[in-house]
T-cell receptor, first 115, second 116 residues
């Protein structure tokens, strides 16, 4: 069964600094998708960034970028120029391509941004 | 685009009553909708997957007779918590995948259920 591990229950960063959140996953499949979702105090899940496993190029979305290492099964999220509004729970998720569309979530990392 | 709504956002009910939660995709047709449950300070736990016009697929350990799911159209799925008890109190979140080849799930804002 696929599993997703986020080893950092909590992280903190100073405003305007850069922080990296870790995520590793376990799968025997070669075609899959990876996601980072943000859940602020409102509890609305917001898609931050997504990556298709067949793409070697790391995905970027403005201040958010990933370091996707397929062989190492690692998918870390880098947040640059951190802002107070980035404070939230961040969940890493895995989805197999084809078949079930189920997402497998990690346990989350709580990010605090200090002014 | 890709907006998912849930109604109600918050509900309080008495033990033994049933509660219905609606999930709607507002600007797209959803091939599949998902229902999650989230306990405080924890991750999302998938309860069931539903496709329009067919029976929902429940995850292991989820009581299908307690959590009734109806996916009536490509834009609406409902979750009914039957004979609710205090232990059913939780945050329920739905999500939807778009029809046209999109492989991303878009989430609703969630419903907080409190059973007294």
């Amino acid at each position: 069964a696929q599993t997703v591990t986020q080893s950092q229950p909590e992280m903190s960063v100073q405003e305007a600094e850069t922080v990296t959140l870790s995520c590793t996953y376990d799968t025997s499949e070669s075609d899959y998708y990876l996601f980072w979702y943000k859940q602020p105090p409102s509890r609305q899940m917001i898609l931050v960034i997504r990556q298709e496993a067949y793409k070697q190029q790391n995905a970027t979305e403005n201040r958010f970028s990933v370091n996707f290492q397929k062989a190492a099964k690692s998918f870390s999220l880098k947040i640059s120029d951190s802002q107070l509004g980035d404070a939230a729970m961040y969940f890493c998720a895995y989805r197999l391509q084809g078949g079930s569309e189920k997402l497998v979530f990690g346990k989350g990392t709580k990010l605090t941004v200090n002014p | 685009g890709a907006v998912v709504s849930q109604h109600p956002s918050w509900v309080i009910c008495k033990s033994g009553t049933s509660v219905k939660i609606e999930c709607r995709s507002l600007d797209f047709q959803a091939t599949t909708m998902f229902w999650y449950r989230q306990f405080p300070k924890q991750s999302l736990m998938l309860m069931a997957t539903s496709n329009e016009g067919s029976k929902a697929t429940y995850e292991q350990g989820v009581e299908k007779d307690k959590f009734l799911i109806n996916h009536a159209s490509l834009t609406l799925s409902t979750l009914t918590v039957t004979s609710a008890h205090p232990e059913d109190s939780s945050f329920y979140i739905c999500s939807a995948s778009r029809l046209a080849g999109e492989w991303t799930q878009y989430f609703g804002p969630g419903t907080r259920l409190t059973v007294l």
